[in-house]
């Protein structure tokens, strides 16, 4: 009864490829996240959506989109994917915007070659 | 940006002793959280702390929250191999719309 689940848990793919990371949550969160951790383990914030609606919208190329197919459901996708990418990408959900606990997923390893 | 600075960047300790590691920030805050994270894993919430509170517990856990210095300490007592983890911390702010933003961690090691 994994509460945050994230596919896949790795993906390695060459530069200029487009990929996508799934993510889904069975809390009944409102609210969902996307962040990067770099090799220095900084964590990030790059998206956040509250009921389907984007909320937060980091400084992030444009290469990157999110997509919110229902409340339960945050997908990212990624064109064009470049060497700096490459980096663990975790998915989050809390019951209310920001100032909530926070249940992260296991993490998407991505690494472009 | 990063809000939070965690100290020490690494810390051993035996088994049994306790960890202590300090969380600076430099906006007012609402909370403070603590998450923990496994190699390879996400990260688990430990404790959230709110801005009127100076002190919080949880099972072996202890949650300091000095606002007037604007930093936050984590004490782990007998303290176990399961509990070698990086250590964050997180604050939010209503001055940066409630976005969590996380610290660099502390890297715990706790040898047998």
């Known amino acids: 009864d994994t509460a945050v689940s994230q596919t896949p848990k790795y993906l390695v793919t060459q530069m200029g490829n487009d990929k996508s990371i799934k993510c889904e949550q069975n809390l009944g969160h409102d609210t969902m996240y996307w962040y990067k951790q770099d090799s220095k383990k900084f964590l990030k914030i790059m998206f956040s959506?509250?009921?389907?609606?984007?909320?937060i919208n980091e400084t992030v190329p444009n290469r990157f989109s999110p997509k919110s197919p229902d409340k339960a459901h945050l997908n990212l996708h990624i064109n064009s994917l470049e060497l700096g990418d490459s980096a663990v990408y975790f998915c989050?959900?809390?019951?209310?915007?920001?100032?909530?606990?926070?249940?992260f997923g296991p993490g998407t390893r991505l690494t472009v070659l | 940006s990063q809000q939070g600075e965690e100290d020490p960047q690494a810390l051993s300790i035996q088994e049994g002793e306790n960890a202590t590691m300090n969380c600076s920030y430099k906006t007012s805050i609402n909370n403070l959280q603590w998450y923990r994270q496994n190699s390879g894993r996400g990260l688990v919430h430990l404790i959230l702390?709110?801005?009127?509170?100076r002190e919080k517990h949880s099972g072996r856990l202890r949650v300091t929250l000095d606002t007037s210095k604007k930093s936050s300490s984590l004490l782990i007592t007998a303290s176990r191999a399961a509990d070698t983890a990086s250590y964050f911390c997180a604050t939010d702010s209503y001055e940066d719309d409630y976005k969590l933003s996380f610290g660099a961690g502390t890297t715990v090691t706790v040898r047998a």
């Open positions: 959506y509250n009921n389907k609606e984007l909320i």
């Open positions: 989050a959900s809390s019951q209310e915007r920001g100032r909530d606990t926070q249940y």
């Open positions: 702390i709110r801005s009127n509170e």
